[in-house]
């Protein structure tokens, strides 16, 4: 899981592994929690890229990150030679539908499952 820093990335993560391993009867396990900084240099991008691809049984990867941090978590795996379809990216709504995230990263977000709200106009 790849999450930001503060109270959206930190709060979904804590609530997300509450929910699975009260319900998942350890079919599931977290092989890494990273939590980015609110301004990641390119390093640390990397460095949290090189941990995910460490655990080679790991395949999904939750991300609970910006649009603009997202594309820097895709650039880096690209910096680091992620071959396509290592991880199965599940974005959260600050992925959702927002296609200029994967814009020239198409190979390596490729399989990748967001989630999007429903909303509703207020009459």
């Not at 993560?13 to 599931?28: A, G, P, S």
């Not at 396509?84 to 190979?107: C, L, M, P, T």
Request: charged fraction near 30%; charge should be negative.
């Amino acid at each position: 899981m790849v999450a930001s820093k503060g109270e959206y990335g930190e709060k979904a993560t804590q609530t997300i592994q509450e929910l699975i391993r009260n319900h998942t009867h350890d079919e599931i396990c977290f092989a890494t929690i990273e939590i980015l900084p609110r301004d990641p240099v390119q390093e640390t991008n990397d460095t949290v890229v090189r941990r995910l691809d460490f655990y080679d049984k790991a395949r999904a990867v939750i991300v609970f990150l910006n649009e603009d941090k997202i594309s820097e978590l895709l650039d880096a795996c690209e910096r680091c030679g992620i071959p396509q379809n290592r991880f199965i990216w599940i974005g959260s709504d600050g992925w959702g539908a927002k296609e200029r995230i994967v814009a020239n990263r198409e190979q390596i977000a490729e399989g990748t499952i967001t989630i999007l709200p429903k909303r509703y106009p207020i009459e």
